[in-house]
T-cell receptor, first 113, second 114 residues
């Protein structure tokens, strides 16, 4: 059974500082997704990582995937208040069907001045 | 505008009263899924469909039914709702093609079963 773990589950960040959050998964996969959810809202796709060593960047966020370690990291550069949200990673089966995703429990980020 | 729509957005019902939550997408996506989101548990997949008339159970299918008679629609049916099905439900769709194969989520349906 595929398990996806995210840590920490809650992170209080200071504006302007850098942080990294992690997503571990338990079985072989080569596709990992990051989503953002604002309170009371739906999920918004951030990154799609489809191979070992994949790195994607958007603004202050950079995501990477290490399939050998079964680990994805989301690095935050110079945190700003707008990044306060809950971030989910999700892992798909190695067969490639993105319809069958297993989500982590999410990491809630809060950026303070 | 490309989107996934769900109806209703909010629903309060009573135990045992059959209900259907509709989901529709206008992106011609093959894949569609239903998730429930509960505090501390993240999102858990209920059912998914890889094409018309092709559906399969996710991680928490008990108490739910789905159908996929048309590509754009994927309704979630609760034949006899119970209080433990009180949750926030999301429908999602995706396409297997290309490098942007992410899931697009609907706005959510908040269901309360009394």
């Amino acid at each position: 059974e595929l398990k996806v773990e995210q840590n920490p589950l809650f992170l209080s960040m200071q504006e302007g500082k850098n942080y990294t959050i992690y997503c571990n998964y338990s079985t072989t996969s080569d596709r990992l997704y990051w989503y953002r959810q604002d309170p009371g809202k739906s999920l918004e796709s951030l990154f799609v990582l489809l191979s070992n060593g994949a790195v994607k960047q958007e603004g202050r966020l950079m995501a990477s995937l290490d399939t050998k370690a079964r680990l994805s990291t989301l690095h935050i550069t110079a945190a700003v208040h707008d990044l306060s949200a809950t971030y989910f990673c999700a892992v798909g089966p190695v067969t490639g069907a993105n319809s069958k995703l297993t989500f982590g429990k999410g990491i809630t980020l809060s950026v303070r001045p | 505008e490309a989107q996934v729509t769900q109806n209703p957005r909010y629903l309060i019902t009573v135990t045992g009263k059959k209900l259907t939550v509709t989901c529709s997408q206008n992106m011609n996506h093959e894949y569609m899924s239903w998730y429930r989101q509960d505090p501390g548990l993240g999102l858990r997949q209920i059912y998914y469909s890889m094409n018309v008339e092709v559906t399969d159970k996710g991680d928490v299918p008990e108490g739910y039914k789905v159908s996929r008679k048309e590509k754009r629609n994927f309704p979630l049916i609760l034949e006899s709702p119970s209080p433990n099905q009180t949750s926030l439900y999301f429908c999602a769709s995706s396409s297997p093609a290309g490098n942007t194969d992410t899931q697009y989520f609907g706005p959510g349906t908040r269901l309360t079963v009394l």
